[in-house]
């Protein structure tokens, strides 16, 4: 995955927005669904992403993926830092992106849910 495909497949979600919301970090790209983030990166050097994940399987995935560290601006409980070094097959970013999107709108109000299904 190149920074390219991370883009184009986040903005391919429902409701999916991309700023640059970080004064103080004008590299940090940020993908929200609905004003929430699900993804971020740096896209000077797309060395890493971070994402949402299952409280539950976190400590695990950590386990058996030496790419997938706890995160440097986020809660270790529910994000991950998944380091871009080639280790980690394409398809399986994706799930973790989806898996991420997903547990964002599980988290949104139903009114807010409602509007992704228009």
């Known amino acids: 995955m190149n920074i390219e495909d991370y ?4 903005l391919s979600k429902k409701g999916v ?3 640059i919301p970080f004064s103080k970090l004008p590299d ?13 990166t740096d896209i000077a ?5 971070s994402i949402k994940c299952r ?9 058996n993926y030496a790419a997938m560290l706890e995160p440097s601006y986020f809660s270790k409980n529910h994000w991950s830092q998944v380091i871009m ?19 964002v709108v599980s988290n949104l109000s139903k ?7 228009l």
């Not at 050097?45 to 992403?49: A, D, N, P």
């Not at 398809?91 to 547990?103: A, F, G, P, Q």
């Not at 009114?111 to 299904?117: D, H, I, N, V």
């Open 28 to 40: 940090v790209l940020v993908f929200k669904v609905l004003g929430k983030m699900f993804t971020a």
């Open 85 to 103: 070094d080639g280790t980690i097959p394409d398809t399986l970013l994706y799930e973790w992106l989806d898996i991420s999107y997903e547990l």
């Open 7 to 10: 883009r184009t497949y986040c």
């Open 45 to 49: 050097t797309f060395s890493s992403f």
């Open 111 to 117: 009114k807010m849910r409602a509007q992704l299904e």
């Open 17 to 19: 927005t991309e700023s």
């Open 55 to 63: 409280p539950e399987t976190i400590e695990e995935l950590r386990a």
